[in-house]
Structure formats: C-alpha cells, structure tokens
C-alpha cells in the first residue's frame, strides 16, 4: 500500500543527504483513513539535516581542498555566510580567496555591508587560511580585529582574501583583507590571530 509513496520518500531522502554531505534523520508517520489502506494525502514525512562544520570537513578529509565552492554551514552562527552565496574559489598552504556580492542578509539598514558579517568573514576567512596550511589544525580565537575602510552596496561583487603572516607552534597570524571585485578598491581589513591546542 505504501510502496509507491515510500520508496518516492527515501528517494528524496537520499537526494537531501547526497546534496548535504550530512546525516539524515527521517521521522514519517502514515495516519490510516480505513483499514484498507493509506490515503497518500494523509501521509506526513519530515526529514532533519545534520551538516558536518567547515573546520570537521577538512579534518575529517585531511583535505582544506573539500572546502572549495559554496560555503556551506552547520546552521549556527555561521549560516549568513551560506546565506549569503560566499564561495571558496582558491584555498591553499599560504592564502584562501572567497566571493560573493552584498545581499540582503549581509546588509546593515543602510543598505551596505554590515560590520558584523566582515568581522565574520575575518573569523571564517582567517580559520580557512590556517586549515589550508594544516587541514587538523583551525586553533582557537584569542585576538581579532577589523578596519572598516569603505562602504559595499548591495549587489556589489567583493573578494575576500586571508592570508597565513606567521605560522607558529602555539600562535598562528593571519590577515583578510575584503576588495570590491569590480575595481579593487578597499572595503575592510582584518587580523586574525589563533592558539593551537595540542
């Protein structure tokens, strides 16, 4: 009786996981109208996402190159960047390049980039240099700052690049810096400055 209409939802589950790289949990619950069977309209299904975090991918992979393309998130603080199509276009042992073009969850009221989503970036972008050093090694936050230089409009395509300046045993430095793609010219810049835990 529920052949058709089961094997229609594990397929959709199987495309959801494949699509998400993550683990699925799938509730479905099938309200019986009579005993001869199941009206298709009273079957109720629900499926919950659970995705792996930028910085688990790689460790998991020991590999910063699986972080390449659309910045995918965990759902947490860091989903504005999902939000916002913020795509990991180059990652490597020295620098990570990063697009995206200013949309309305990236934009404070007045329309430009809001200085919490660049702090963010400073954090993610930073994060993401150091694991194209070492996949198994993001570090923790001990200092982070931001110098906001100009303003970025929405619909404005901008370039994020991080940069390693210093690599140590204990501490790790590095800087972002955030261009308009267009014409270059500055929007912000950033240090990131990271512990290891060993």
Wanted: hydrophobic share 40%; glycine share 10%.
């Amino acid at each position: 009786i529920l052949g058709p209409l089961h094997s229609f939802f594990l397929m959709r589950c199987h495309n959801l996981v494949a699509a998400n790289t993550g683990m699925l949990r799938v509730h479905h619950a099938a309200l019986f109208g009579s005993r001869a069977g199941c009206s298709p309209s009273r079957l109720i299904c629900s499926a919950q996402v659970t995705r792996s975090s930028f910085i688990a991918r790689a460790k998991n992979a020991n590999d910063a190159s699986v972080l390449l393309g659309p910045f995918t998130s965990t759902g947490s603080f860091d989903r504005v960047l999902e939000e916002a199509g913020v795509v990991v276009s180059h990652i490597g042992p020295d620098e990570v390049t990063c697009n995206f073009a200013v949309s309305d969850s990236s934009c404070n009221n007045f329309g430009t980039l809001h200085g919490g989503f660049i702090a963010l970036l400073v954090d993610v972008v930073g994060t993401l240099a150091l694991l194209g050093r070492d996949p198994s090694q993001a570090g923790v936050s001990v200092e982070m700052n931001q110098s906001f230089c100009t303003a970025a409009r929405k619909g404005e395509p901008l370039t994020c690049t991080g940069t390693v300046l210093r690599y140590g045993q204990t501490l790790a430095f590095t800087q972002v810096v955030l261009r308009k793609t267009v014409d270059a010219k500055l929007i912000a810049t950033g240090r990131h400055t990271k512990m290891f835990l060993r």
